[in-house]
């Protein structure tokens, strides 16, 4: 019987606000251990050019017009 099995029968005893407790719990060390990358969002111009690079989608023609997208 492995770990996951030990902790769904202990929960099963408990009321359910309670399992909802053990569910956030879960939710909280699977975040706490996310790689930094995952976790933190790009604050400069370079980590966002960096971020929309890894993409790999060609814009290169793309011209940005407000005009036209105003007109939309």
Known sequence: ??????????AE?????KQAEI???IAFLK??????????APKTAA????FLRS???ENSGYTFDRYEANAR
């Open 1 to 10: 019987m492995g770990y996951s099995d030990i902790i769904a029968r202990e």
């Open 13 to 17: 005893t408990l009321p359910a606000e």
């Open 23 to 25: 569910l956030d719990f």
């Open 31 to 40: 975040m706490r251990h996310l790689p930094a990358k995952l976790t933190s």
């Open 47 to 50: 980590e966002i050019e960096a």
């Open 55 to 57: 993409f790999k989608v």
